[in-house]
């Protein structure tokens, strides 16, 4: 953090006006804040960290940055079927930021206070020698024992993924891993999937009662739906035609059947996939109707085999797919660009 700025007047400033509407959150004037559950709920707590040059390149917008940190956070409470409410937030910060730089990064937060109705909790502020980090704790609510677990699965059920899989890791790819994307139009919509994360959440909570386990597609499809599969003793065979891709995904893949195959385990979608019985299909295609997001049956659970994969990619002609580690991030090495 750039000398000159006091922390406490960096809070009153920035950050303050963040907190509006949490009760709890006493105006950022105390050493702690409180949180209560509505009567019949429960609170659900996730957390998660980004660093600069890890988690996102260094050269990331200030705004892009504070939408990063709480999308990746509203994704996970989502994927758990409960609905944020607010979060506390801690920053590392470097000497390179300067008031422009938390201005930008405050009004990026504030327009995603809008969009998804979180507010400020409270946090904590301090300098550091080495990259730019934070993180983000977010409470969300729920009505009590309903949270969608990752360890409930059945042996027979059908898996389903949100919207499309594998833009964000193109997207990566166009930013720093020099895979080129002629098309402009194309370009910007894969880069963008990649800086503003989509979080469900208004299917999470809409899945309570209906999907058996979930997960949100942080890690890569196939990762993601390894660690249900993996909580919940089953293993899963889906299909590599079925899982939807977008257009612009669709036109970069066509002749380039490695890469399509790497949309499998391409990290930072922010989609949820899920398990659900198959009495539940018609239910799934109206939730989708309902809250206009795209539901997509990609395959089935069944029982463990000993030594068999968590996961079984297949192709159209039925044959085993390989996919190699699950969650690697192809262009993940490069990100610090
Ligand atoms: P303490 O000395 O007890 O750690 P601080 O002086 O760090 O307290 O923080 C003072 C107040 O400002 C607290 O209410 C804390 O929650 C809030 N705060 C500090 N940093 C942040 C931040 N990055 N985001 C939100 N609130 C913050
Ligand atoms: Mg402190």
């Known amino acids: 953090m750039a000398r000159g700025i006091d922390e406490f007047d960096l809070i009153r400033r920035y950050f303050e006006p963040?907190?509006?509407?949490?009760?709890?959150?006493?105006?950022?004037?105390?050493?702690?804040?409180?949180?209560?559950?509505?009567?019949?709920?429960?609170?659900?707590?996730?957390?998660?960290?980004?660093?600069?040059?890890?988690?996102?390149?260094?050269?990331?917008?200030?705004?892009?940055?504070?939408?990063?940190?709480?999308?990746?956070?509203?994704?996970?409470?989502?994927?758990?079927g409960a609905q944020a409410r607010c979060y506390t937030l801690t920053l590392q910060l470097p000497d390179t930021v300067d008031e422009e730089w938390l201005a930008a990064f405050a009004a990026g937060l504030a327009g995603d206070h809008e969009t998804y109705g979180v507010s400020?909790?409270?946090?904590?502020?301090?300098?550091?020698?080495?990259?730019?980090?934070?993180?983000?704790?977010?409470?969300?609510?729920?009505?009590?024992?309903?949270?969608?677990?990752?360890?409930?699965?059945?042996?027979?059920?059908d898996v389903y993924v949100s919207g499309t899989i594998g833009d964000a890791c193109l997207g990566l790819g166009s930013i720093v891993g020099g895979l080129a994307v002629d098309d402009a139009a194309d370009r910007a919509f894969l880069e963008g999937r990649f800086w503003r994360p989509d979080p469900r959440v208004s299917l999470g909570p809409a899945l309570v009662g209906v999907a058996t386990a979930s997960a949100d597609v942080s890690d890569g499809l196939v990762a993601d739906l390894g660690h249900i599969c993996a909580a919940s003793d089953v293993v899963a065979e889906i299909h590599q035609h079925l899982v939807p891709i977008s257009d612009a995904a669709r036109r970069l893949v066509t002749d380039?059947?490695?890469?399509?195959?790497?949309?499998?385990?391409?990290?930072?979608?922010?989609?949820?996939?899920?398990?659900?019985?198959?009495?539940?299909?018609?239910?799934?295609?109206?939730?989708?109707?309902?809250?206009?997001?795209?539901?997509?049956?990609?395959?089935?659970?069944?029982?463990?085999?000993?030594?068999?994969?968590?996961?079984?990619?297949?192709?159209?002609?039925?044959?085993?797919?390989?996919?190699?580690?699950g969650g690697y991030r192809h262009f993940g090495e490069h990100v610090a660009g």
Not at 38 to 60: L, N, Q, R, W, Y
Not at 130 to 144: C, M, R, T, W, Y
Not at 267 to 280: K, L, M, Q, R
Request: glycine share 10%; with cysteine.
């Open 18 to 80: 963040l907190s509006n509407g949490e009760p709890g959150a006493l105006g950022l004037r105390d050493d702690a804040a409180w949180l209560r559950p509505d009567p019949g709920t429960e609170i659900i707590v996730s957390a998660d960290a980004i660093v600069a040059g890890v988690h996102f390149p260094t050269s990331t917008m200030p705004g892009d940055v504070a939408r990063r940190a709480l999308r990746v956070n509203l994704s996970d409470i989502a994927a758990k």
């Open 120 to 157: 400020l909790l409270g946090g904590d502020t301090t300098r550091t020698s080495g990259p730019l980090s934070l993180s983000i704790n977010i409470f969300g609510q729920i009505a009590e024992n309903s949270m969608i677990k990752r360890s409930s699965a059945g042996a027979e059920d």
């Open 256 to 325: 380039n059947q490695p890469l399509r195959t790497n949309l499998m385990t391409g990290g930072d979608d922010y989609e949820i996939v899920f398990t659900a019985p198959v009495s539940a299909r018609e239910t799934i295609v109206s939730i989708a109707s309902q809250i206009g997001v795209s539901i997509t049956r990609i395959g089935c659970t069944i029982p463990v085999t000993s030594g068999a994969t968590a996961v079984t990619v297949h192709d159209e002609a039925g044959d085993i797919v390989e996919v190699g580690v």
